[in-house]
């Protein structure tokens, strides 16, 4: 088998210098009144993250023309060192916690505060792929052997997060690792047996936090308390229905105006739907509907199961993260924590969102030459 190169996929780089393109508009117009008034300076989220993306395309670039072969060598180094990571939220003084959320670590020499998940998910795609690359396909089919040790690194991940808490990064945990299992040969049923199981462990989960069950309860009719448990939906809605099909025009949200909460991060999409309309929220869709197709076309076109696995772990990640955040800002499931990829405001996201899209780039740049033998 002969590989050579080739150019990357360019629907995949379009795409992602748009939505990233989009996002740089889209935090100056959402934050830039919430920047005067906390800051004094309504540029402050603008000029943060121009300076993330700017780091952002650095390692965009940089995955896209290294070998993606080479990440392999580190796959169990960043496991240990997400779970380090997860593990150092809960140190006093240590993790930082915003609305009740303990996500982000203090480091004092940093001009931004890493938060350890958009790390770790990218840490088990990568350690998923080496491990099930690996073993062999009768090994995969075992239980003991096949899908057990992943089921115990992504159960730790899985409560790691769980108890920081953020219940939304939990899900694309296990999704992630379902759609790879499944890829990597596990036997359906052993997957059907784990879904089944999990079930009863989901609804004690979701019911054993007195939030959790007001979040359920707000999402069922968020009109029942307007002003507390359903405020973040009855706004978002509110933001979505005011932009109707074109939307109220750039910089003219009346949402941004402290109506809104996290108009720059977890609700940048219902600001979008304000200022553009159903038309650029369906735009927005469109691009991450792309980004799907490309990225499973990817993964089917590798050359080898490690690229296969790679590509439909980094694509199934950026996916499930935007589905659940349109999701939420639309009401079609209950309101969880969660950003919006490439386009809202943070260095964590962007960075590590960017940096795996990279190498889904360069996954793209190798193809089995025509005629060619071993």
Request: aromatic share 14%; proline share 4%; charged share 15%.
């Amino acid at each position: 088998m002969i590989i050579e190169k080739k150019s990357p996929d360019l629907w995949v780089f379009i795409t992602v210098i748009i939505l990233t393109a989009i996002g740089v508009c889209m935090v100056f117009s959402s934050s830039y009144v919430m920047g005067y008034k906390w800051y004094g300076d309504s540029y402050y989220f603008l000029k943060k993250q121009l300076f993330f993306s700017i780091i952002a395309l650095i390692v965009f670039f940089f995955a896209i023309f290294t070998d993606y072969h080479h990440f392999k060598k580190f796959a169990l180094p960043l496991l240990i060192l997400s779970i380090i990571l997860l593990s150092m939220l809960f140190i006093p003084n240590l993790g930082r916690s915003a609305g009740g959320a303990k996500r982000w670590i203090k480091i004092a020499f940093l001009p931004f505060q890493p938060q350890p998940s958009e790390l770790a998910k990218f840490a088990l795609i990568l350690y998923m792929a080496e491990f099930l690359t690996r073993k062999q396909l009768k090994d995969i089919k075992t239980f003991i052997k096949g899908i057990l040790p992943s089921i115990i690194i992504v159960l730790v991940m899985f409560l790691l997060i769980l108890e920081e808490p953020d219940f939304s990064t939990s899900l694309i945990i296990l999704g992630i690792s379902f759609i790879m299992l499944f890829i990597g040969g596990t036997r359906v049923l052993q997957l059907y047996s784990l879904i089944i199981a999990s079930i009863p462990f989901g609804i004690f989960m979701l019911l054993k936090e007195e939030y959790r069950k007001i979040r359920l309860l707000s999402f069922l009719n968020p009109w029942k308390d307007p002003l507390d448990s359903g405020f973040h939906i009855i706004q978002s809605l509110l933001a979505l229905g005011s932009g109707r099909i074109l939307g109220i025009g750039l910089g003219a949200s009346k949402q941004k105006y402290f109506y809104l909460p996290d108009q720059h991060t977890d609700f940048i999409f219902s600001i979008i739907g304000e200022e553009f309309g159903f038309i650029g929220t369906l735009i927005i869709i469109i691009l991450f509907i792309i980004l799907l197709w490309r990225g499973f076309r990817i993964a089917l076109n590798s050359v080898d199961e490690f690229g296969t696995l790679l590509a439909a772990g980094i694509t199934s990640m950026i996916v499930f993260q935007s589905i659940i955040n349109v999701g939420v800002v639309t009401k079609i499931i209950p309101t969880t924590g969660i950003t919006l990829p490439f386009i809202s405001f943070g260095g964590s996201s962007l960075i590590m969102n960017m940096f795996c899209a990279g190498i889904l780039l360069n996954i793209s740049r190798y193809k089995i030459k025509e005629g060619g033998v071993n």
